[in-house]
T-cell receptor, first 114, second 113 residues
Framework: EAGVTQFPSHSVIEKGQTVTLRCDPI?????LYWYRRVMGKEIKFLLH????????ESGMPNNRFLAERTGGTYSTLKVQPAELEDSGVYFC????????????FGAGTRLSVL | AQSVTQLDSQVPVFEEAPVELRCNYS??????LFWYVQYPNQGLQLLLK??????LVESINGFEAEFNKSQTSFHLRKPSVHISDTAEYFC???????????FGKGTRLHILP
């Protein structure tokens, strides 16, 4: 069974540009989460999807961030326009309805905004 | 709301020596507790978890952690570390019924030859 996959693994962009990160959860996992780790700080929750619906987006830093999960499968996280402080590692995780307490994480996307 | 404190940002230890990575949490509700590990150039992996039942939980690679409710701790221990244990370890908590995971800042474990 494939794990959570994230694309790209690393993205380098200039301030003001747009970047889209993608996450493919484990097949059958209705719950999908985005987290972010800014250098030197904790991994912090951004938002939670249940299927295609946003269950909790309390961690989204501002309206430059837009997350979507069309059809309840893969999810994208768009940053537009990117700022220097957006640099960090973005993790995606998924969990199944039966074992919702256990989240499985992807390898992350390292975003560098120059 | 919950919070997690990992007291050590880095822990150096000689190979085959024992190690303890400390973790304290705070919460006003019942919690689930986790240790995640990130090996170099890899993603986060669940190492072990406490959901309910026995307060001592073990991983397949020799780590164990004990949930201590009175001290609000969930320290991670291994009696004898190996070079392959070199990684960053994250203690994490979630409120029962709450899907959001709160992470500590992480502890880098350096194994010295």
């Amino acid at each position: 069974e494939a794990g959570v996959t994230q694309f790209p693994s690393h993205s380098v962009i200039e301030k003001g540009q747009t970047v889209t990160l993608r996450c493919d959860p484990i097949s059958g996992h209705d719950n999908l989460y985005w987290y972010r780790r800014v250098m030197g700080k904790e991994i912090k929750f951004l938002l939670h999807f249940v299927k295609e619906s946003k269950q909790d987006e309390s961690g989204m830093p501002n309206n430059r961030f837009l997350a979507e999960r069309t059809g309840g499968t893969y999810s994208t996280l768009k940053v537009q326009p990117a700022e220097l402080e957006d640099s960090g590692v973005y993790f995606c995780a998924s969990s199944s309805p039966k074992t919702a307490d256990i989240q499985y994480f992807g390898a992350g996307t390292r975003l560098s905004v120059l | 709301a919950q919070s997690v404190t990992q007291l050590d940002s880095q822990v150096p230890v000689f190979e085959e020596a024992p190690v303890e990575l400390r973790c304290n949490y705070s919460s006003s509700v019942s919690v689930y507790l986790f240790w995640y590990v990130q090996y170099p150039n890899q993603g986060l992996q669940l190492l072990l978890k406490y959901l309910s039942g026995s307060t001592l939980v073990e991983s397949i690679n020799g780590f164990e952690a004990e949930f201590n409710k009175s001290q609000t701790s969930f320290h991670l221990r291994k009696p004898s570390v190996h070079i392959s244990d070199t990684a960053e370890y994250f203690c994490a908590v979630s409120g029962v019924g709450d899907d959001k995971i709160i992470f500590g800042k992480g502890t880098r474990l350096h194994i010295l030859p």
